[in-house]
């Protein structure tokens, strides 16, 4: 089984930069597919950008031009950068993992980290 580990989650200004970090107890060559996912109070949790293993990115549309995932397979880890963040973009973020190991699926989630943007 896989842990993820998100962090770097905090408060920041509308306009301003974060960059959340998941870290995961496995090499990210068993997993397929990583990704981040938000849920703001009240709403369905949403998909925010994937990362293939092939390094091919996937975003909403929320999230093109001003996020960027990135995978760094050295240090089991994967990124968000966010920037040009806007108030809408509040959420908890949840880092996610799947794959097939040994013939079984596994589909792992982080437990999440807060993201605040507000004046």
């Known amino acids: 089984q896989v842990q993820l580990v998100e962090s770097g989650g905090g408060l920041v200004q509308p306009g301003g930069s974060l960059r959340l970090s998941c870290a995961a107890s496995r090499s990210l060559l068993t997993m397929n597919k990583m990704g981040w996912y938000r849920q703001a109070p009240g709403k369905q949790r949403e998909l925010v950008a994937t990362?293939?293993?092939?390094?091919?990115?996937n975003y909403a549309d929320s999230a093109k031009g001003r996020f960027t995932i990135s995978a760094d397979k050295a240090k089991n880890t994967v990124y968000l950068q966010m920037n040009s963040l806007k108030a809408e973009d509040t959420a908890v973020y949840f880092c996610?993992?799947?794959?097939?190991?040994?013939?079984?699926?596994?589909?792992?989630w982080g437990q999440g980290t807060q993201v605040t943007v507000s004046l």
């Open positions: 996610n993992a799947v794959g097939i190991r040994s013939g079984s699926f596994f589909n792992a």
């Open positions: 990362i293939a293993s092939s390094g091919s990115p």
